[in-house]
Structures are given as C-alpha cells and as structure tokens.
Nanobody, 119 residues
Framework: QVQLVESGGGLVQAGGSLRLSCAAS????????MGWFRQAPGKERDFVAR????????YYADSVKGRFTISRDNAKNTVYLQMNSLKPEDTAVYYC????????????WGQGTQVTVSS
C-alpha cells in the first residue's frame, strides 16, 4: 500500500532553517509529482511546493518563494523540503502528498510533521 512518512519537524527560532523529509513506499515513486502542504491551527490546508516526477520542474506558493526549496532523490524514494529564513507564520503541520496522475488533486498523504517557529 502507498505510504508517505514525514520527518524532520521541530522547534526553530525565526530566521532559522529546517529540512523536512518524506519517505515514500508502495508505488513507483519516480512516476509521480510530489508536493508539500501545511495546515496551521484553525486554518485550511495550504499548498507549499510541488516537484515534477523527474525533479526538473518545481513550483512554489508565493508565501515561501525564495525561502523554501523542494527536491527529490528518486533513488531513495524521498522528497525533501529545505526551509530557510523561517518566520512564525510558517508554523504548521507539514504534509507530503502524492499528486494524482489524472487530475490536479493529491490522493495520498503522510501523517504530517510539526514545524514550530518561535519569534
């Protein structure tokens, strides 16, 4: 079965950095676009970043552009989110997801990892 397991979250001061990982299994990882989303308490889940199956194309939400970098290692079935210059408003549970091949939705999710940025 499809499994996505996030790790790397934690507490960091504003201006600091954190690197999240998402380990994938149960499907041909290199065939799928992958994405990162986040959800703050009491708010909707927001798109953060997306990466193509090959890793050659990336797309970012305006709120993180220039600060976050999504990447993937298809040999390790892992997608990463490097987060720099963190702000308190980045505080959220971060989820990785597998994008459907037939539409723009995401059909599989990890359990999430908490990122807390203190001011």
């Amino acid at each position: 079965q499809v499994q996505l397991v996030e790790s790397g979250g934690g507490l960091v001061q504003a201006g600091g950095s954190l690197r999240l990982s998402c380990a994938a299994s149960g499907f041909p990882f290199s065939n799928y676009n992958m994405g990162w989303f986040r959800q703050a308490p009491g708010k909707e889940r927001d798109f953060v970043a997306r990466i193509s199956s090959s890793g050659l194309s990336t797309y970012y939400a305006d709120s993180v552009k220039g600060r976050f970098t999504i990447s993937r290692d298809n040999a390790k079935n892992t997608v990463y989110l490097q987060m720099n210059s963190l702000k308190p408003e980045d505080t959220a549970v971060y989820y990785c997801g597998r994008r459907n091949s037939y539409n723009a939705d995401y059909g599989a999710w990890g359990q999430g990892t908490q990122v807390t940025v203190s001011s």
